[in-house]
């Protein structure tokens, strides 16, 4: 393993410009060193690196566009779509579909949009779609005995309604929306709780008591150690996962799906966000357009009653969709295709 640093001074914008190009000689210096058969480039800024470096007559590359980046900057605010960089950085990712031996992306609507942009040249053959995997053994239902004693560390009880969320508390993922949803559910069922585990704990706490101070000021809120992630998981009864629709939403693969779901817990989102259709089919994800009401009537009349008989089947869903296995499976079928050279056979990544 070898890094290269990336450089922030004079300014943002220099910084990625001056590593962009000190990347070209990064490849170029690794190709030499462990002459791969294959690169694997992630995302935009690398990509336009490898371009430098001489791109596939180098060597054969793979795209992994980890999503639709360019879209996610707009959606953002950091990125204008009738710039000059927003238009030459489109050219290069399509430029990059074009030449790459295949393309990684994390939905199917990831690809067809990269497919469509590259044009008529490119294959379908040549997109894959790469799910983010977790792995089963980590990430589990507890048993009753487990669960209830985690519940009275937290002050929950053992049929108290527990929602949760895990993740960032940026707008695009509409955290003022989930005192909502728990605010129509508490109405209907007074015990419910919600926990919140997050890396900004202050900020999720001051955007809940803005949305509903009730909520807010009684919600768990923490930065839990990622090996604590998984036993709170398995407390709850329903996740979080809502985000605001756009291009660069709709390219992204929530990690925390899989994580709810192979914990046995079902979700309240926005199933237009990630990969959810085996979710949605199998009545284990609510979308979250319904409306709060909606959402309280499904979990206090469909999962709650059937607490264990949910938490399996989402387990099962989740391991079959999210697995770590599968995602290696994934991955074997985009590289059965790669060239390969005799006698060995190396990615550099």
Request: charged share 25%.
């Amino acid at each position: 393993y070898s890094s290269t640093s990336v450089w922030r001074r004079p300014s943002n914008a220099l910084g990625t410009l001056a590593s962009i190009v000190r990347g070209r000689w990064a490849i170029r210096s690794a190709v030499r060193r462990y002459d791969p058969d294959v690169i694997m480039v992630r995302g935009m800024f690398p990509g336009v690196s490898m371009l430098l470096a001489g791109g596939r007559s180098l060597r054969p590359f793979i795209f992994d566009s980890d999503g639709l980046e360019l879209d996610s900057r707009v959606e953002g605010g950091d990125l204008s779509p009738t710039g000059a960089m927003y238009r030459v950085l489109r050219d290069v990712e399509a430029q990059l579909c074009r030449t790459a031996v295949a393309v990684l992306g994390r939905t199917q609507f990831n690809n067809e949009v990269l497919q469509a942009r590259a044009g008529p040249t490119v294959r379908s053959s040549q997109f894959h779609v790469m799910t983010c995997g977790r792995e089963p053994d980590v990430f589990r239902p507890l048993d009753p005995e487990a669960r209830e004693q985690g519940r009275a560390e937290l002050g929950f009880g053992p049929d108290d309604p527990v929602l949760i969320y895990v993740g960032s508390v940026w707008p695009q993922y509409r955290t003022p929306d989930i005192a909502k949803f728990t605010r129509a559910l508490r109405e209907r069922m007074p015990g419910t709780r919600l926990m919140v585990l997050t890396g900004h704990p202050a900020d999720a706490r001051r955007i809940l008591v803005e949305a509903d101070a009730e909520i807010g000021s009684q919600a768990v809120i923490m930065r839990a150690p990622p090996e604590d992630v998984p036993r709170l998981i398995a407390l709850a009864d329903v996740g979080f996962s809502l985000f605001k629709i756009g291009y660069g939403s709709r390219a992204q693969a929530p990690i925390k799906h899989g994580e709810y779901l192979m914990c046995g817990v079902p979700i309240i989102g926005t199933p237009q966000v990630g990969e959810a259709a085996a979710a949605v089919e199998a009545g284990l994800f609510f979308d979250d357009a319904l409306g709060p009401d909606a959402a309280a009537s499904w979990m206090a009349d469909q999962v709650l009653p059937r607490r264990a008989a949910i938490a399996a089947e989402a387990r099962r869903v989740g391991v079959q969709s999210f697995s770590l296995e599968r995602t290696v499976d994934q991955y074997l079928q985009a590289f059965s295709g790669l060239p390969k050279a005799s006698g060995r056979s190396r990615i550099v990544n």
